[in-house]
């Protein structure tokens, strides 16, 4: 990953970089794209009114499945600027749009396809699955300096919970505003200084005067890492060859990993640089409570070094359909050539090829040069009510819209009221019965690292006959549910210990089909707005679990368990009668 030399993060490129990077179309190396393919030959039987599944029927011209040159999906070298210009024809045709700007990101999809995976790809997701991983990192990091908190700063364990919802406050704005902003001033500033923000306010908490400034602390941090998931899954998608868009699945595995590192860490300070457990409320004194304070330093430290990862060991190019949005072809283009001079490949892609299928961009420039507000414009539009309709516009995918955001709002509450106050269920969870910190550190960490193989596994059972999505993801959040009613039915560290490592378990599973399967089943005209939702109704459920949190356990101590629990039964149910399974089925 290290360079030679650093480039400006910022600087614009053009095609006379990467001077060995272009050949022409027809000597290329196509890779097959099986839904490309079907639309192609079904709108040509449209349009010819003639069978096109034999070589025999289709002119020389046509658009055709060229011979298998390999398992692995490569294809031979036919392609012509014809076949091409169909393709992208019938690809329009199946969406609801149909601009400049529309074909000529179509065709880009397809030279990146052409390409294939290579190591820029690679190093991309291992820096994504970075971002997603410091999500997860300092959600469970805060929920980890909770007791700590309680007791430095005369807190009751009730009402430090609040702390949580100064970060999801954060979590929400900055998923909201870096999502809409990098399409506005771009992917690489947001990509970039997500991390930072995140680094630098992360650090900074370490010196948290009082309760009220390490809140607000905690909320710039959100506001920072709030953008990595929205921003870094979004980006990377537009790198990956459609062939291999299973990755992004495989961005959750990041997501426990983020949970392990923070646990550890705090198994490793808390009980070692902590005020006493019998140490009244309010009388722990910070030089004796420097614990947490060391965890949140950590954490910042490891956000901040993701960050020099990105900034200067590696280049990223701005998104090529991003430059398109903004008139910029010419640097699009460039992107391109960039990226296969990285991989060290080749590709066909020429602005004269851009313009032959979208037209000229001197001619289409006023369509196909997005202004600021044309491009806010067109973000916003995911949320018009046309949009929204199409969400329901037959029964099936309307039954599976309401189904999914009822069950990304139910998790979002249920994830946060169990785990985001484990360490202080694990501290005192009733009966009078007070764990040392040492053994609640210890527990939390253990049950982080059974929790880790979930995800690998969730990978697996997708794909079994019987079992897909659906089965995977119901039998998962079931079993969640159910281990954590029974962790209430104990104070014993060890049964606690036991129920807390099968729910983190089981739980990785659950999420991680969930990221898979919601853009699975949408729609590509409509999968920015069902996942989008999703997301929001989340983060907004999440922002809830606080307050859901304290005025329940004021009546009950076990209340916010029992109410997480009867959420992640609720979301099974509703689990049970999805309509639509995925599995072994191409995205449409």
Not at 520 to 534: L, N
Request: charged share 15%; hydrophobic share 45%.
């Amino acid at each position: 990953m290290p360079r030679t030399m650093f480039i400006n993060p910022f600087k614009s490129h053009d095609v006379s970089e990467f001077p060995d990077v272009l050949i022409p179309l027809d000597q290329a190396t196509h890779r097959r794209s099986i839904s490309s393919h079907r639309r192609v030959s079904l709108a040509t039987s449209d349009r010819r009114g003639e069978d096109t599944t034999t070589k025999e029927n289709k002119p020389e011209n046509s658009p055709r499945e060229p011979d298998n040159d390999a398992s692995s999906g490569v294809v031979n070298h036919g392609m012509t600027l014809e076949s091409l210009k169909a393709e992208i024809e019938a690809d329009v045709a199946a969406s609801d749009t149909d601009t400049p700007y529309d074909r000529k990101a179509k065709v880009i999809n397809r030279a990146l396809q052409d390409m294939g995976m290579g190591k820029y790809q690679w190093e991309l997701f291992a820096l994504c699955g970075g971002g997603w991983m410091a999500d997860n990192l300092w959600l469970q990091g805060v929920a980890l300096t909770l007791p700590q908190l309680s007791a430095e700063f005369g807190i009751s364990e009730t009402e430090i919970r609040y702390t949580t919802l100064a970060l999801f406050l954060g979590l929400c704005l900055g998923a909201s505003f870096w999502g809409t902003g990098s399409d506005i001033i771009g992917r690489r500033l947001a990509f970039n200084f997500t991390l930072f923000l995140a680094g630098v306010f992360g650090l900074a908490s370490g010196g948290g005067p009082n309760w009220i400034g390490t809140c607000a602390l905690y909320a710039c941090i959100g506001l920072g890492v709030g953008g990595n998931l929205p921003v870094d899954g979004a980006l990377f998608l537009e790198f990956l060859p459609q062939t291999s868009g299973n990755l992004l699945t495989l961005l959750s595995v990041f997501w426990p990993i983020g949970n392990l590192i923070a646990s550890l860490l705090a198994w490793a300070y808390i009980p070692n640089f902590s005020c006493d457990s019998s140490t009244p409320v309010g009388q722990c004194k910070k030089e004796d409570n420097m614990g947490w304070r060391y965890l949140i330093l950590t954490l910042g430290a490891i956000t901040f070094a993701m960050f020099i990862c990105r900034f200067f060991l590696f280049h990223l190019y701005e998104s090529p359909k991003f430059l398109l949005s903004r008139g910029r072809q010419a640097e699009a283009v460039a992107s391109v050539y960039g990226i296969a001079h990285y991989n060290k490949s080749h590709t066909w892609l020429t602005e004269d090829i851009l313009n032959q299928i979208g037209g000229d961009a001197e001619v289409t420039g006023e369509d196909a040069k997005l202004s600021m507000f044309e491009v806010v414009k067109r973000s916003l539009g995911r949320f018009s009510m046309k949009r929204f309709r199409a969400l329901f516009q037959d029964r099936q995918i309307g039954l599976t819209t309401a189904l999914l955001w009822f069950q990304w709002t139910t998790i979002g509450m249920a994830y946060p009221l169990f785990n985001a106050f484990l360490p202080q269920y694990l501290a005192n969870s009733g009966g009078g019965v007070e764990n040392d910190t040492s053994t609640v550190y210890r527990n939390y960490a253990i049950s982080a690292i059974v929790g880790v193989p979930g995800s690998l596994i969730a990978c697996y059972t997708v794909e079994l006959k019987y079992v897909g999505r659906k089965g995977t993801m119901a039998v998962a959040t079931v079993i969640t549910g159910v281990f954590v009613f029974l962790f209430t039915i104990s104070s014993d560290s060890d049964f606690q210990l036991a129920f807390t490592c099968l729910e983190a378990f089981f739980q990785n599973v659950m999420y991680g089909v969930l990221y898979a399967y919601t853009p699975e089943v949408f729609p590509a005209p409509i999968r920015g707005t069902g996942t989008g939702m999703s997301s929001f109704l989340n983060r907004i459920a999440g922002l809830c679990a606080p307050i859901v949190a304290i005025q329940a356990g004021n009546a009950n101590p076990k209340s916010p368990i029992y109410a997480s629990g009867g959420l992640f039964i609720a979301a099974f149910f509703s689990m049970l009668i999805l309509p639509i399974e995925t599995r072994g089925k191409q995205t449409l």
